[in-house]
């Protein structure tokens, strides 16, 4: 333990680096697309449909972001979330949900 009471991880190398924004390949096998976290910043993406509650898919819906939605990655936010744009309209999401969102690049 260090002084702030937090312990390091056993095995630091089982996930991606931090910063890192390249989209991760489907691995073999398996049925999951890229996120909108692993797209890099300036990239214009389309959404799929997300993987979370009804309550949130509801909202974001309201909010504009729904399935078939084009939208860009703007810049970083301080919690490791996103800022994405749809038209004129600008909105931060958290990484728990970057995570959850699958997005394919704009053609």
């Known amino acids: ?10 095995q630091p190398d089982t996930q991606p680096p931090a910063g890192s924004d390249h989209p991760s390949a489907p691995t073999p096998g398996s ?9 890099p910043l300036g990239s214009t993406v389309v959404l799929a449909t997300p993987r979370l509650g009804t309550a949130a ?17 703007l810049h970083r936010t301080a919690g490791r979330g996103r800022v994405i744009a ?19 690049v704009a053609r």
């Open 1 to 10: 333990m260090n002084l702030i009471g937090l312990t390091r991880r056993s």
């Open 57 to 73: 898919i509801r909202r974001l819906g309201e909010l504009g972001l729904r399935s078939g939605t084009e939208v860009v990655i």
């Open 86 to 104: 749809t038209g004129t309209t600008r909105i931060a999401l958290d990484r728990a949900t970057l995570d959850a969102w699958p997005a394919e």
């Open 31 to 39: 049925d999951r697309s890229p996120t909108l976290a692993r797209h």
